[in-house]
């Protein structure tokens, strides 16, 4: 899954994927926590939306609030603020950055999970121009993927247990398995770590954690002497 245009970045970004509920969230800290124990590597933890990010993030609000917006806007502002995370990863003095969602979730969201031929603009088209586009691709794309797996029944009952869902977690078992089935197509294909996302956390993290060194590249494989 490694891509050349990345041998600039700085800082070598791992992200965690994987459907609602899956507890990305709650693993991206847990596994940075232990890349510290064990390898005293310090890391950035972050969302694709964060709060820092001003007028990106206060559009985010409409979009996970329930006001109507077009397609293309959705998709540009989730581009724009995957973009600036990862942007801002290369700025800060760390060993590595850990990402909850990256520019696969865009992909899996905005398309796959859709598959909605409606609208008069190809928004499948727009976001794969702006991701092929070499300056975007080579700033947000990871070097490591990692997804975490579980099937639906489980994904209704931990989102359940959330209260007020946004408008993606509203979809329809056909969307959310849709999504699914695309991370799991992805972590084959680009040969990351797929984890059963069903377990304890610890069990989770150490699982997360044993992907992840299958995978390091020669030229980051210091982070782990």
Do not use: W
Not at 48 to 61: A, C, E, F, M, T
Not at 96 to 101: A, E, H, N, S, V
Not at 152 to 168: A, I, N, P, V, Y
Not at 202 to 225: C, D, G, K, V
Request: net charge negative; hydrophobic share 35%.
């Amino acid at each position: 899954m490694y891509d050349e245009t990345l041998s600039k970045r700085k800082v070598p970004i791992i992200a965690i994927e994987g459907v609602d509920g899956c507890g990305k969230g709650t693993q991206t800290y847990r596994l940075s926590q232990m890349l510290n124990d064990k390898h005293r590597l310090s890391s950035v933890v972050t969302s694709v939306i964060p709060d820092g990010l001003g007028q990106i993030s206060y559009l985010r609000k409409f979009l996970v609030g329930g006001k109507p917006v077009s397609r293309i806007s959705e998709a540009l502002v989730y581009m724009a603020s995957i973009y600036e995370v990862c942007k801002e990863l290369q700025e800060v003095e760390i060993d590595l950055g850990i990402m909850d969602r990256s520019i696969y979730s865009t992909i899996a969201y905005q398309v796959v999970g859709r598959e909605s031929k409606t609208e008069p603009f190809d928004v499948e088209r727009l976001i794969h121009s702006v991701i092929n586009h070499e300056q975007f691709k080579e700033v947000v794309m990871p070097d490591y993927l990692l997804v975490l797996d579980i099937d639906h029944s489980t994904q209704l009952q931990r989102m359940e247990k959330r209260g007020k869902l946004d408008h993606f977690e509203k979809m329809p078992k056909e969307f959310h398995e849709r999504v699914r089935e695309y991370y799991r197509v992805q972590a084959i294909y680009l040969k990351a770590g797929i984890v059963n996302g069903v377990g304890t956390e610890s069990e989770i993290t150490e699982n997360l954690y044993t992907a992840l060194r299958a995978m390091i590249l020669p030229e980051h494989q210091h982070f782990f002497e």
